[in-house]
């Protein structure tokens, strides 16, 4: 189950946006996920596939929200479960379980990751006045990789800012795991 979201992706001028928010009050589309019965988005442009849940190969000293690497198509892709980085009851993977695979920048540059989430909802268009701030839950919350949050027909959407969803520790980590597994597989 892998679906090629670049139709929509072309559908979505974007030139002048700024943190996955248009500023010109065009919409900007969102992928929307289901974690816990609960609706988050990423900003379409940042997807480059969505792909059915596959076994991965384990790496050793990652964080346990980290499930391990894959292989796609000669890149090495690391893949973190999101509701264990959320801290979220951990449940079986079922076949509607996904694998959004996101393009995220860091201080190390642009990198591929994949999120394994319960289930891919719908692509939404939201304009910049349609999303409201987060709220501030003080200092105990860390919250900053919530972008905002939009209402649907449907329900409320926490919109995510795929750059914050890991620190840079977590990013440097994920990175050395992913060299370390590309160095095994291409000493093979």
Same mark, same amino acid.
Not at 8 to 21: E, L
Not at 80 to 89: I, K, P, Q, S, Y
Not at 133 to 142: C, R
Not at 176 to 184: K, T
């Given at each position: 189950? =892998?679906?090629?979201? &670049? @139709?929509?992706?072309? *559908?979505?001028?974007?030139?002048? $946006?700024?943190?996955?928010?248009?500023?010109?009050?065009?919409?900007?589309?969102?992928? =929307?996920?289901?974690?816990?019965?609960?609706?988050?988005?990423?900003?379409?442009?940042?997807?480059?596939?969505? /792909?059915?849940?596959?076994? #991965?190969?384990?790496?050793?000293?990652?964080?346990?929200?980290?499930?391990?690497?894959?292989?796609?198509?000669?890149?090495? +892709?690391?893949?973190?479960?999101?509701?264990?980085?959320?801290?979220?009851?951990?449940?079986?993977? @079922?076949?509607? *379980?996904?694998?959004? +695979?996101?393009?995220? /920048?860091?201080?190390?540059?642009?990198?591929?990751?994949?999120?394994?989430?319960?289930?891919?909802?719908?692509?939404?268009?939201?304009?910049? /006045?349609?999303?409201? &701030?987060?709220?501030?839950?003080?200092? *105990?919350?860390?919250?900053?990789?919530?972008?905002?949050?939009?209402?649907?027909?449907?329900?409320? +959407?926490?919109?995510?800012?795929?750059? /914050?969803?890991?620190? #840079?520790?977590?990013? *440097? &980590?994920?990175?050395? &795991?992913?060299?370390?597994? $590309?160095?095994?597989?291409?000493?093979?």
């Amino acid at each position: 189950m =892998t679906t090629d979201i &670049a @139709t929509a992706q072309s *559908t979505n001028d974007m030139s002048d $946006a700024t943190d996955g928010v248009n500023t010109e009050g065009e919409g900007t589309q969102f992928l =929307t996920f289901i974690l816990d019965n609960e609706a988050y988005g990423v900003e379409i442009l940042r997807v480059q596939e969505i /792909k059915g849940w596959t076994p #991965v190969t384990r790496i050793p000293n990652t964080p346990e929200y980290m499930q391990g690497v894959l292989n796609l198509r000669g890149t090495i +892709v690391p893949i973190v479960d999101m509701r264990m980085r959320f801290n979220l009851e951990q449940i079986e993977y @079922t076949p509607i *379980t996904v694998i959004i +695979v996101l393009s995220v /920048k860091s201080e190390n540059g642009e990198r591929v990751i994949g999120l394994v989430v319960d289930s891919v909802s719908d692509v939404i268009d939201v304009s910049a /006045k349609n999303i409201k &701030a987060t709220p501030d839950f003080g200092t *105990t919350l860390n919250t900053e990789f919530i972008s905002g949050l939009a209402t649907s027909t449907e329900h409320m +959407v926490m919109l995510l800012d795929v750059d /914050k969803l890991l620190s #840079v520790d977590e990013m *440097t &980590a994920l990175s050395q &795991a992913s060299d370390l597994q $590309a160095d095994s597989d291409s000493s093979e």
